[in-house]
């Protein structure tokens, strides 16, 4: 009989890796045959050298000086290319991971880095700046004793500040984006930012209410695409080519003034700067935000729900062996916080793997892992809480464990679980929104990358908000509707 | 072992850590007999019950059912189960089933009878324990004395030749109880070996071949009725009959 229970343990458990690989296979990998196709990790913003349209994407008519960059160098150098795009921190990972090809993302040229890493020729020098807020009495860096300062985790800034932590005495915050950063100091929590200063600059000029206190950029320092250490000899070179022929033929500087001289590329399109029309010009953004979150969901609760069942059923089974398993399982993924999850299974798993994990896979995976946990620990306490009086009455009529669990202790417990399984679905939907942090597109992220374009936080949260609000309350009256039909 | 025995325990053992809660019972059981086993509670009557069917797994001894060990890993112990019925304290009626279906299951699940059969059959068994009328409902909707007439006719139904009682009276109102009683008087006169563990000493007088009188995990004093409620020979024994008789 536990024979039986085993093989079809082991069957589900084929059904399940069967899905995702066929995910995996679903995944849009669109290759062309003649000429290579390489994936570049870059920035989610990093205005002027990232910037996202409204979709998430780059396909806009000023996305950037380094994307216009790589557009060029790739259709002379022959070559197409993938972007993804995520927080720096996680595109040094992802590069050291072997997830990318290669980092473009106003990645500065430190000795640190080039332990780790190689580096194209460098194409623009690059310095860290301080700014405060407008009404600030700030002006240098002598001021800051006792005073919060913020830089973004990874950066060159981020190195400047910390070694330079004891001399000036003040107190760091580390941030992900440069416009959540902008915003702290806008709003007092933070004294002083430092950032890159072409980032700050145009950041300035496109309407965010700090100023630049510093003369001239601090520790400047060159900037560069980042490779793989001793990887993709041919990309390197084909990178390499592609700087030199834009330095000589005029077309860097070009690109780069565009960005940093002309008014040409900032969109301070006033126009719409209210709820309902910042709603209708981010119509189709929030929609794809939604239906991805949406989908996360429905895919990532029906895999947690066969795995938890799984786990339920192995925590229950009269066997020490499978009772220990699962329960070193639920321990794992419910003892894990769920972003380093997603980290590990998307960044840290190519490194043992040897094969990237596409990304929607990567966060649905997540969901079934940690939600699946919470699951199994609701379906193992579900049976638990049936009277064990119930159990004796089944076997000792002869059924066999499997029958008694079958057709009298699960239909009860199933009852007792249905009102945590419903809290359960509630929790999975805002659990998505922490998949924003590998970079899924998802309400969230959609919600971050707009903000970084339109600088208006309160706004876009209110909408995100209220967007999360209304889907949970039409989950929430769904399954009332279910459980009274149980009933 | 003795053919002549429907059961047969031999020094049976058990222990929950160091507290040794049967202390090597011995009894044999015959065809037809009725036995009521009495005593404090704690003194191990419902324990040794459970061991009957291996609902607790014994720790020494032997307990033969129709000749089969029922502590030998290599018996199957759910074909045993078959045709020992127990009826519970609690009554145990599954929630999630009508009357019937909670009488057809395991007939019905273990292919001793078709669905048809087996509706017949506990129809046949609702009339013996007087609840006809209630074949079609929930068991939530019943009172306790009629949750504990269908938990018979559920054990019936599997035809069983051995029927084990654990207090089945115990979690009844007294208007309850002569109804259940009543049920299983007529299930000893029509020949059903009964082991009934109880607190009903009238039923025990009246129905009984057989009393037992347990205390501190051992078989203090058996005998019949008669012996045993006029003329008790151990002091434990009067004591016990001093307390429950005299209420």
Same mark, same amino acid.
């Given at each position: 009989?536990?024979?039986?229970?085993?093989?079809?343990?082991?069957?589900?458990?084929?059904?399940?890796?069967?899905?995702?690989?066929?995910?995996?296979?679903?995944?849009?990998?669109?290759?062309?045959?003649?000429?290579?196709?390489?994936?570049?990790?870059?920035?989610?913003?990093?205005?002027?050298?990232? &910037?996202?349209? %409204?979709?998430?994407?780059?396909?806009?008519?000023?996305?950037?000086?380094?994307?216009?960059?790589?557009?060029?160098?790739?259709?002379?150098?022959?070559?197409?290319?993938?972007?993804?795009?995520? =927080?720096?921190?996680?595109?040094?990972?992802?590069?050291?991971?072997?997830?990318?090809?290669?980092?473009?993302?106003?990645?500065?040229?430190?000795?640190?880095?080039?332990?780790?890493?190689?580096?194209?020729?460098?194409?623009?020098?690059? +310095?860290?700046?301080?700014?405060?807020?407008?009404? !600030?009495?700030? #002006?240098?860096?002598?001021?800051?004793?006792?005073?919060?300062?913020?830089?973004?985790?990874?950066? !060159?800034?981020?190195?400047?500040?910390?070694?330079?932590?004891?001399?000036?005495?003040?107190?760091?915050?580390?941030?992900?984006?440069?416009?959540?950063?902008?915003?702290?100091?806008?709003?007092?929590?933070?004294?002083?930012?430092?950032?890159?200063?072409?980032?700050?600059?145009?950041?300035?000029?496109?309407?965010?209410?700090?100023?630049?206190? #510093?003369?001239?950029?601090?520790?400047?320092?060159?900037?560069?695409?980042?490779?793989?250490?001793?990887?993709?000899?041919?990309?390197?070179?084909?990178?390499?080519?592609?700087?030199?022929?834009?330095?000589?033929?005029?077309?860097?500087?070009?690109?780069?003034?565009?960005?940093?001289?002309?008014?040409?590329?900032?969109?301070?399109?006033?126009?719409?700067?209210?709820?309902?029309?910042?709603?209708?010009?981010?119509?189709?953004?929030?929609?794809?935000?939604?239906?991805?979150?949406?989908?996360?969901?429905?895919?990532?609760?029906?895999?947690?729900?066969?795995?938890?069942?799984?786990?339920?059923?192995?925590?229950?089974?009269? !066997?020490?062996?499978?009772?220990?398993?699962?329960?070193?399982?639920?321990?794992?993924?419910?003892?894990?916080?769920? &972003? *380093?999850?997603?980290?590990?299974?998307?960044?840290?798993?190519?490194?043992?793997?040897?094969?990237?994990?596409?990304?929607?896979?990567?966060?649905?995976?997540?969901?079934?892992?940690?939600?699946?946990?919470?699951?199994?620990?609701?379906?193992?306490?579900?049976?638990?809480?049936?009277?064990?009086?119930?159990?004796?009455?089944?076997?000792?009529?002869?059924?066999?464990?499997?029958?008694?669990?079958?057709?009298? *202790?699960?239909?009860?417990?199933?009852?007792?679980?249905?009102? %945590?399984?419903?809290?359960?679905?509630?929790?999975?939907?805002?659990?998505? %929104?922490?998949?924003?942090?590998? +970079?899924?597109?998802?309400?969230?992220? #959609? +919600?971050?990358?707009?903000?970084?374009?339109?600088?208006?936080?309160?706004?876009?949260?209110? &909408?995100?908000?209220?967007?999360?609000?209304? &889907?949970?309350?039409?989950?929430?009256?769904? =399954?009332?509707?279910?459980?009274?039909?149980?009933? | 072992?003795?053919?002549?025995?429907?059961?047969?325990?031999?020094?049976?053992?058990?222990?929950?850590?160091?507290?040794?809660?049967?202390?090597? $019972?011995?009894?044999?059981?015959?065809?037809?007999?009725?036995?009521?086993?009495?005593?404090?509670?704690?003194?191990?009557?419902?324990?040794?019950?459970?061991?009957?069917?291996?609902?607790?797994?014994?720790?020494?001894?032997?307990?033969?059912?129709?000749?089969?060990?029922?502590?030998?890993?290599?018996?199957?112990?759910?074909?045993?189960?078959?045709?020992?019925?127990?009826?519970?304290?609690?009554?145990? /009626?599954?929630?999630?089933?009508?009357?019937?279906?909670?009488?057809?299951?395991?007939?019905?699940?273990?292919?001793?009878?078709?669905?048809?059969?087996?509706?017949?059959?506990?129809?046949?068994?609702?009339?013996?324990?007087?609840?006809?009328?209630?074949?079609?409902?929930?068991?939530?909707? /019943?009172?306790?004395?009629?949750?504990?007439?269908?938990?018979?006719?559920?054990?019936?139904?599997?035809?069983?030749?051995?029927?084990?009682?654990?207090?089945?009276?115990?979690?009844?109102?007294?208007?309850?109880?002569?109804?259940?009683?009543?049920?299983?008087?007529?299930?000893?006169?029509?020949?059903?070996?009964? $082991?009934?563990?109880?607190?009903?000493?009238?039923?025990?007088?009246?129905?009984?071949?057989?009393?037992?009188?347990?205390?501190?995990?051992? $078989?203090?004093?058996?005998?019949?009725?008669?012996?045993?409620?006029?003329?008790?020979?151990?002091?434990?024994?009067?004591?016990?009959?001093?307390?429950?008789?005299?209420?």
């Amino acid at each position: 009989m536990r024979k039986i229970g085993w093989r079809k343990i082991l069957a589900t458990f084929i059904a399940v890796l069967g899905i995702a690989l066929g995910w995996s296979l679903v995944e849009p990998q669109s290759v062309s045959a003649a000429e290579p196709t390489y994936t570049f990790a870059t920035n989610n913003t990093f205005e002027p050298f990232e &910037i996202q349209d %409204s979709k998430g994407g780059y396909s806009g008519k000023n996305p950037g000086i380094e994307i216009e960059m790589l557009k060029k160098i790739a259709k002379h150098e022959h070559f197409k290319y993938k972007l993804k795009p995520m =927080s720096f921190n996680g595109d040094l990972q992802a590069l050291e991971g072997g997830q990318v090809d290669a980092v473009i993302a106003g990645m500065s040229v430190t000795n640190e880095r080039k332990q780790k890493f190689d580096f194209s020729k460098p194409y623009y020098t690059d +310095g860290v700046m301080m700014a405060v807020a407008k009404n !600030s009495k700030i #002006t240098s860096l002598k001021q800051l004793k006792g005073k919060m300062v913020s830089a973004k985790s990874g950066t !060159s800034a981020a190195l400047f500040v910390k070694k330079n932590q004891k001399k000036y005495g003040y107190k760091i915050r580390y941030f992900d984006s440069s416009n959540t950063m902008w915003n702290d100091v806008k709003n007092g929590n933070t004294d002083a930012t430092f950032d890159d200063g072409p980032v700050l600059q145009y950041g300035i000029r496109t309407g965010v209410p700090l100023k630049i206190v #510093t003369k001239k950029p601090i520790d400047a320092q060159p900037v560069a695409v980042g490779f793989q250490k001793g990887q993709n000899l041919a990309l390197q070179k084909k990178v390499n080519d592609g700087i030199d022929w834009l330095n000589k033929t005029g077309q860097m500087k070009q690109i780069v003034n565009k960005y940093t001289k002309s008014d040409k590329t900032t969109k301070s399109s006033t126009a719409s700067r209210t709820i309902p029309g910042l709603l209708k010009a981010n119509r189709s953004a929030l929609l794809n935000g939604l239906w991805m979150t949406i989908q996360l969901t429905i895919v990532g609760i029906i895999l947690a729900m066969i795995f938890g069942l799984i786990l339920g059923v192995l925590g229950f089974m009269q !066997s020490k062996l499978a009772n220990g398993i699962s329960s070193i399982i639920i321990y794992i993924f419910r003892g894990l916080p769920m &972003i *380093v999850l997603a980290f590990f299974i998307y960044m840290g798993l190519p490194n043992v793997i040897g094969h990237k994990v596409p990304l929607f896979l990567a966060g649905i995976m997540t969901l079934m892992l940690d939600e699946g946990a919470y699951i199994g620990a609701i379906v193992k306490g579900g049976f638990d809480a049936v009277d064990p009086g119930q159990w004796e009455a089944a076997r000792s009529l002869g059924l066999p464990y499997r029958k008694a669990l079958i057709k009298v *202790v699960a239909p009860q417990g199933i009852k007792i679980m249905v009102p %945590s399984l419903v809290n359960q679905f509630i929790i999975t939907l805002k659990d998505t %929104s922490i998949l924003s942090a590998i +970079g899924v597109m998802e309400l969230t992220q #959609t +919600g971050t990358v707009i903000i970084s374009q339109n600088m208006e936080g309160f706004k876009m949260w209110l &909408i995100i908000g209220t967007i999360y609000i209304i &889907i949970i309350t039409l989950l929430t009256w769904l =399954s009332n509707y279910i459980q009274k039909r149980m009933a | 072992m003795d053919k002549q025995y429907k059961v047969q325990v031999k020094d049976l053992h058990k222990s929950y850590g160091k507290n040794e809660v049967l202390q090597g $019972i011995n009894l044999n059981v015959k065809p037809s007999e009725v036995v009521c086993m009495i005593g404090p509670s704690g003194s191990g009557k419902s324990t040794f019950l459970r061991c009957l069917n291996r609902l607790e797994i014994p720790n020494g001894g032997h307990v033969y059912v129709d000749g089969y060990d029922i502590a030998d890993p290599k018996v199957n112990i759910n074909k045993v189960r078959e045709n020992i019925g127990m009826v519970f304290q609690h009554f145990n /009626l599954f929630p999630n089933m009508s009357v019937i279906e909670n009488i057809t299951l395991a007939p019905v699940q273990l292919k001793k009878e078709s669905k048809e059969e087996a509706k017949k059959d506990a129809l046949h068994y609702l009339e013996v324990v007087g609840l006809k009328e209630k074949t079609n409902v929930n068991p939530k909707t /019943l009172s306790g004395g009629q949750k504990q007439r269908v938990a018979i006719a559920r054990a019936l139904a599997m035809k069983p030749d051995v029927m084990l009682f654990d207090e089945p009276t115990s979690a009844l109102d007294p208007e309850m109880v002569g109804d259940v009683l009543e049920v299983m008087k007529n299930l000893a006169r029509q020949g059903m070996t009964m $082991i009934v563990v109880t607190h009903e000493m009238g039923f025990a007088k009246q129905v009984a071949d057989r009393v037992v009188f347990f205390h501190d995990g051992n $078989i203090r004093e058996q005998g019949t009725p008669e012996q045993i409620f006029e003329h008790p020979q151990q002091e434990d024994t009067k004591n016990f009959l001093d307390k429950v008789l005299n209420v």
